[in-house]
Antibody, heavy 120, light 107 residues
């Protein structure tokens, strides 16, 4: 079946970096993009950015420009999201979701989420 | 950035009742790139509606979406026990944004 499986929970100190993975299966990875969405505890959903799995083009949320990098490995159908210079307000559940090849597509498949806790 | 405002914040209803959720955009949403998601505690969001009015695969027909431009509505015709959850609208243009959510709770 079509699914996205994410890496496990992470605990990081302020100033560190985290890299979350998202492995796709059940569909042609390079025919879609991947968006990343985060949700702070008890809060709503925040879109972080998108990457095309076809050519690696990216579009990041302005708020995170300079701190986030999204990449893909087409040989393993895996997407990655790295967030640097972590702060306490980066504590959240991070989701990957299937997006369109060029973006502008509803997010029809979601990963299970990865909890990232930033704490000294 | 397109800001989406959902109302009400919380909707208290009984099973079998009709739920009407609103989503208003700060500017016109192009090509009806408007989606609705359902999220239950501890779970990832689930796509319900895309293109403002098209149901996603496997979504029951008691869920319907309508609207265009800046005003959109999600209607649940008869609430089932499993429908009590938080609902988010999203515009998925070049820089997607989400509304703040409407919680549908049991009265």
């Amino acid at each position: 079946q079509v699914q996205l499986v994410q890496s496990g929970a992470e605990v990081k100190k302020p100033g560190a970096s985290v890299k979350v993975s998202c492995k796709a299966s059940g569909y042609t990875f390079t025919s879609y993009g991947i968006s990343w969405v985060r949700q702070a505890p008890g809060q709503g959903l925040e879109w972080m950015g998108w990457i095309s799995a076809y050519n690696g083009n990216t579009n990041y949320a302005q708020k995170l420009q300079g701190r986030v990098t999204m990449t893909t490995d087409t040989s393993t159908s895996t997407a990655y999201m790295e967030l640097r210079s972590l702060r306490s307000d980066d504590t959240a559940v991070y989701y990957c979701a299937r997006d369109g090849l060029f973006g502008s597509h509803a997010f029809d498949i979601w990963g299970q989420g990865t909890m990232v806790t930033v704490s000294s | 950035e397109i800001v989406l405002t959902q109302s009400p914040g919380t909707l208290s209803l009984s099973p079998g009742e009709r739920a009407t959720l609103s989503c208003r955009a700060s500017q016109s949403v192009s090509s009806s790139y408007l989606a609705w998601y359902q999220q239950k505690p501890g779970q990832a969001p689930r796509l319900l509606i895309y293109g403002a009015s098209s149901r996603a695969t496997g979504i029951p027909d008691r869920f319907s979406g309508s609207g265009s431009g800046t005003d959109f509505t999600l209607t649940i015709s008869r609430l089932e026990p499993e429908d009590f959850a938080v609902y988010y609208c999203q515009q998925y243009g070049s820089s997607p944004t989400f509304g703040q959510g409407t919680k549908v709770e049991i009265k």
